[in-house]
């Protein structure tokens, strides 16, 4: 295999796994979503599932980011001097990589968010609504007679 197809095959798997890597970071954050909701509607049952979901997703990303370490390694191990430069000064990288960065810091705010949450959930219970509670709404009132117009 000569350099120049050992770089592009380098390329395009790097391309791939950081691809690979943004969507699952994606799922983790709708994971995320999903969990503040299950804890806002005091769902234990969600809640754990959603856990046990994103137990599996890390999963995936912990794979992804030891299989691009070990496609970097290969590059410096092969002297290949192109491929960081090329990596670093293409468009498509630079956007994986922030895009990355970007969904990184978002899951942490999330996560931070719904520790608070649960922190909050657990010393100020909200109140619990009766079921037959009064429903206060507007309504029309005709003129003359005073009953309501539906």
């Known amino acids: ?14 391309h791939d796994i950081m691809s690979r890597e943004v969507s699952v970071l994606r799922e983790v954050l709708a994971n995320m979503h999903a969990e503040q909701h299950a804890i806002l509607n005091k769902d234990r049952v969600s809640q754990l599932i959603l856990n046990e979901n994103r137990v599996v997703l890390v999963n995936d990303m912990r794979k992804l980011r030891e299989l691009m370490i070990t496609k970097m390694e290969v590059v410096e ?3 290949i001097e192109a491929i960081p430069k090329a990596v ?34 657990c010393y100020c219970p909200q109140p619990d609504v009766k079921k037959n509670s009064i429903k206060i709404g507007l309504i029309t009132l005709e003129r003359r007679t005073g009953k309501p117009v539906f």
């Open 77 to 79: 191990e092969s002297a």
């Open 88 to 121: 670093d000064g293409d468009s498509q990288f630079l956007t994986l990589k922030d895009q990355i960065l970007t969904l990184g810091q978002k899951i942490h705010d999330q996560k931070k968010y719904n520790h608070s949450l649960q922190s909050c959930q």
């Open 1 to 14: 295999m000569n350099d120049q197809s050992q770089r592009e095959e380098l390329f395009e798997d790097l």
